[in-house]
């Protein structure tokens, strides 16, 4: 049974920077399409990032791109989310999620497709 636990959230000031982490147990990432999403008071779930089972193949929200990063560490089970330049609306609870055979545009733009959640991490950028 594939559990992901999530962690790194924190409160950030705008500009700032914060990485958060996704361990993985009971199968190895590279097993699964791993993504990221977003979720903050009031608004649907949303993907975020996602990278492929091969690592080949990565996304990002439009939102996002040119500001976080999702790689992984095999070694360590972990998908990572760099995240720079924080914004005030990058607040959310994010959640890391993972799902067989289907690829990153689909379990981005269907959070619904995916059978793996963690229990997310609170993301706050205020000054």
């Known amino acids: 049974q594939l559990q992901l636990v999530e962690s790194g959230g924190a409160w950030v000031q705008p500009g700032g920077s914060l990485r958060l982490s996704c361990t993985a147990s009971g199968v190895t990432v590279d097993a699964y399409t791993i993504g990221w999403f977003r979720q903050a008071p009031g608004k649907e779930r949303e993907g975020v990032s996602c990278i492929s089972s091969s690592g080949d193949s990565t996304n990002y929200a439009d939102s996002v791109k040119g500001r976080f990063t999702i790689s992984r560490d095999i070694r360590k089970n972990t998908v990572y989310l760099q995240m720079n330049n924080l914004k005030p609306e990058d607040t959310a609870v994010y959640y890391c999620?993972?799902?067989?055979?289907?690829?990153?545009?689909?379990?981005?733009?269907?959070?619904?497709?995916?059978?793996?959640w963690g229990q997310g991490t609170q993301v706050t950028v205020s000054s």
């Open positions: 999620a993972a799902r067989k055979y289907l690829g990153c545009v689909v379990i981005t733009t269907v959070p619904k497709v995916v059978n793996y």
